[in-house]
């Protein structure tokens, strides 16, 4: 019996400009072809026309424009990218039929565009790759990069250099990749970038419109608020305790995003933090703790932390030490300074030698598991809501609360819990605990 495949939409591509410009339509293509498009050669057999913009001289731009005229008095479905993505205004007021206008190197927002404007049919023969993407991660939970780079200059890190200043990713295309990851099995969401609370800054917060009607600030806190809606469990991981931070901890307190916040402090001691470049390098930040807990008392506090920093005496140490007791936060990972090469502190004075390092490494360790054994004592006897990981065939399970982060926090360990299934989220009792790790049974 023959099978009968569904016809792909088939895209026009009209490319303007130099070789950057035709690598960036390349680059597009490829996208919209493993996502099942098809190309067509002319005006006349495409569902959707892109035209790929330059805007390098005016002679340059009036070309676009007409390109533009042509595509819409051929075709009449025409979707604009590059250069001259920058002056929409311009084109919506000479061709106000234009689908979308995305700037030049957009070629998530592009390709988001024809999505949009000509749908490919769900079908496994087109759709090689699953809606969601390619995973590593188990079905269950998936990380959602919402920046790449940073604009910070940390003295032990050559990330900036590496990966450059910030760029965030448009709000309205994270949620459509939170709505289509959730749709294909993830219950919890894990927000990465190099620095979630700065997401936006380089858009100046501007709100972009949704498909659903709504609009979207391209900010940390309303970004969390919308991914709380789509997602059973969403996980903020690197932010930097800056004023604004407080704004979310509101919504740990109603229950849109996990009680939890990943915070690599690195360093209590202020002249440390000076002489790293540490951002959001606040006195306050053990007040601010406070008045967390004060909204969200589960919140548990995830941090990293460098020992032996150049110029770090005994005093900076201790001062460290007295802090985390004060701060009491709930998981700590802790390094001994490394020069990695490139990175500005390489050159710093006052290098600490490895014995100290060790000797102070072994230190911080044991003072945080102190720390960490004692919280989770506190939770034998209480119900915990716990996501499960692995199932096995002696009829436990593997699961973590909603304050452990998969690979880096602690887990939760079940008995009597063969009939659960991967990703359940499910009440748990809390029977007993160690330095990392809690054992209970659901509930
Ligand atoms: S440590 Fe983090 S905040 Fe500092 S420069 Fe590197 S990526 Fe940016």
């Known amino acids: 019996m023959a099978?009968?495949?569904?016809?792909p939409p088939k895209i026009g591509m009209v490319s303007l400009?130099?070789?950057?410009?035709?690598?960036d339509s390349e680059r597009i293509l490829t996208q919209l072809r493993s996502d099942g498009y098809q190309m067509s050669p002319d005006y006349a057999g495409a569902d959707v026309v892109l035209v790929n913009t330059c805007g390098f001289l005016d002679s340059a731009k009036e070309e676009s424009l007409e390109a533009i005229g042509e595509a819409i008095a051929e075709n009449g479905r025409v979707i604009v990218t590059g250069c001259m993505g920058k002056?929409?205004?311009a084109i919506r007021t000479r061709f106000p039929q234009?689908?979308?206008i995305t700037g030049a190197h957009e070629y998530e927002q592009v390709v988001g565009a024809v999505h949009d404007a000509a749908p490919i049919p769900p079908s496994a023969f087109l759709n090689l790759v699953p809606d969601a993407g390619l995973k590593l991660t188990p079905r269950h939970y998936s990380y959602l990069k919402i920046s790449e780079g940073c604009n910070h200059r940390c003295a032990f890190c050559i990330i900036p250099s590496l990966r450059g200043d910030l760029v965030s990713r448009r709000p309205d295309a994270i949620l459509r990749e939170a709505e289509k990851l959730v749709a294909a099995g993830t219950k919890e969401l894990l927000v990465i970038s190099q620095d979630t609370s700065a997401y936006g800054v380089d858009m100046r917060h501007s709100t972009w419109p949704l498909k659903s009607g709504g609009t979207v600030r391209a900010h940390m806190t309303d970004l969390a608020r919308e991914l709380g809606r789509i997602a059973p469990w969403v996980r903020l991981h690197y932010v930097y305790p800056y004023p604004h931070v407080d704004q979310v901890i509101p919504l740990m307190a109603e229950g849109l995003v996990l009680p939890y916040l990943d915070i690599p402090f690195?360093?209590?001691?202020?002249?440390?933090?000076?002489?790293?470049?540490?951002?959001?390098?606040?006195?306050k930040v053990l007040e601010r703790i406070r008045g967390w807990r004060a909204v969200a008392p589960d919140i548990a506090i995830r941090?990293?932390?460098?020992?032996?920093?150049p110029g770090e005496t005994e005093a900076d140490f201790q001062y460290l030490l007295d802090w985390l007791d004060e701060a009491q936060l709930d998981r700590v990972g802790a390094f001994r300074?490394?020069?990695?090469?490139?990175a500005s502190a390489n050159a710093l004075p006052d290098q600490v030698p490895e014995a100290v390092k060790e000797e102070r490494y072994a230190r911080i360790m044991e003072k945080t598991a102190a720390i960490s054994t004692a919280k989770l004592y506190a939770k034998i006897g209480r119900t915990l809501d716990v996501i499960i990981d692995a199932v096995d065939e002696d009829g436990g399970a593997t699961g973590r609360s909603e304050a452990d982060a998969p690979e880096i926090d602690g887990e939760v360990f079940l008995r009597d819990a063969g009939h659960l299934a991967l990703g359940d989220i499910v009440p748990v009792t809390i029977e007993d605990a160690d330095e990392h790790d809690l054992y209970g049974v659901p509930a």
């Open 337 to 342: 300074f490394e020069p990695v090469e490139g």
């Open 98 to 100: 234009v689908l979308a």
């Open 303 to 309: 941090s990293t932390f460098v020992v032996g920093f």
């Open 87 to 89: 002056e929409a205004e």
């Open 17 to 23: 400009g130099c070789p950057k410009n035709l690598v």
């Open 266 to 283: 690195q360093h209590a001691a202020p002249s440390v933090l000076k002489r790293m470049k540490r951002p959001a390098n606040d006195a």
């Open 3 to 7: 099978t009968i495949l569904p016809t």
